[in-house]
Each structure stands twice: as structure tokens, then as C-alpha cells.
């Protein structure tokens, strides 16, 4: 009989010890998956912030910020796209051109280039009898790239969408999903607003 239950507390001794490997296997699987998911919902919310993402894009067409200064992008552009408005032609001899952009987001393709996600918007004006009149508008998104050289960023391309049928398309092409979606509120959430009070105070500037 003695035999017989040793056999038994053998038994129940390895039992036991399978139970115990299985509660530690399964903790361990647990805190995984609660890693996991934290991972997965900070990342998340870091990009709907614009904010660099801590472990992964998670399959999400993302482009994270990188570490330059937003506003010396800005100025740079700006001061890109009113040049380039003011070679335009004129039909006014002091007619000015000024723009104003939003900084959706921006990465890096390789080393000293990357590209800008922004919406600009773009006026011109001209002064006649002591008023400044608005001579046209155009309101745009934009993907700008941009190389900085011996410390000086340069736009060396900016592109913006086709109209019509291909709108769509190059939309798609241009810009991440993510800054699309933002785009697509452009006209609701106050940016055109924000970018002509800028404008404003641009012009306020120039003709006093």
C-alpha cells in the first residue's frame, strides 16, 4: 500500500506542477497583451497629436515630426511663397504678395530632406488712393520639399493636387491618410480664418 501512495503523491506533486506553470505562462501572456495594447493606444493617440510614435506606426500610414524648429519651416515657406507670388505678373505696379501656411506635419526621406505637409493660403494686394485692395486669393494644400543647405532651409519643390478627376488621386499620392483626414476640415475648424488674420497683420506691416 505504501507504494501505492507514493505513486499517488508523485502524481499529484507533477499536477501541481503543471497547474503552476500554466497560472505563470498565462500571467505572463497577460502582461504581454496589456504591453501590447498600451503600446498600441498611446501610439495611436501620439499620432492624431502629430507627436512622434514611442514603439510603432501599427500598419498606419504616419508620418512622425522630426526635431527641427516648426517655426523656422514656416517663415522659410512663407517667405518662399510670396517670392515666388511676387515674379508672378502683376497688373499693378505696388501689388504685394503674401501667404500664410499651416504645418500639418513633416518628415524626414533622407539626410537633410524632408517633407512638408501644410495648407497655404496665398493673397495679393495693392494699394490706390490710401486703400488696399485685395487683387486675388488662392487657398491650397501643399507638399513642400525641403533641403537644408550650409544651415539654410530651401524649398527645392512644393506640389499641390491636380483639379477634377485627378484631385482625388493625388491627394492620395501627395499626403498621409491621417493628414488628409485633417485637411478635409480645413474650411470648419478655423484654419482659413487663422491664416488671414496672419495675412493681416503681414499687410499691416508692409503698407504702413
Excluded: C
Aim: glycine share 2%; no cysteine.
Amino acid at each position: 500500500m505504501k507504494q501505492y501512495k507514493y505513486k499517488y503523491k508523485d502524481k499529484d506533486n507533477t499536477e501541481l506542477k503543471n497547474k503552476s506553470y500554466l497560472r505563470f505562462f498565462s500571467i505572463v501572456y497577460l502582461v504581454i497583451v496589456i504591453i501590447i495594447a498600451t503600446l498600441f493606444f498611446t501610439d495611436l493617440n501620439r499620432m492624431r497629436h502629430n507627436k512622434p510614435v514611442v514603439f510603432s506606426t501599427w500598419g498606419f500610414s504616419y508620418s512622425p515630426p522630426i526635431d527641427i524648429q516648426e517655426n523656422l519651416i514656416k517663415i522659410s515657406i512663407e517667405d518662399y511663397l510670396m517670392a515666388k507670388g511676387d515674379r508672378q505678373f502683376k497688373r499693378h505696379e505696388n501689388e504685394k504678395a503674401f501667404a500664410s501656411i499651416r504645418i500639418y506635419s513633416y518628415e524626414t526621406k533622407k539626410e537633410g530632406v524632408f517633407y512638408v505637409y501644410a495648407w497655404a493660403l496665398e493673397r495679393r494686394y495693392y494699394l490706390e488712393n490710401d486703400e488696399i485692395i485685395k487683387e486675388s486669393e488662392t487657398s491650397f494644400p501643399y507638399m513642400f520639399v525641403v533641403k537644408e543647405m550650409d544651415g539654410v532651409l530651401v524649398i527645392v519643390e512644393a506640389k499641390v493636387p491636380r483639379d477634377g478627376d485627378y484631385y482625388k488621386d493625388d491627394m492620395k499620392n501627395l499626403f498621409p491618410r491621417i493628414i488628409r483626414k485633417k485637411m478635409e476640415k480645413v474650411y470648419d475648424d478655423g484654419t482659413i480664418e487663422k491664416l488671414a488674420l496672419e495675412i493681416q497683420q503681414q499687410i499691416k506691416m508692409y503698407f504702413h
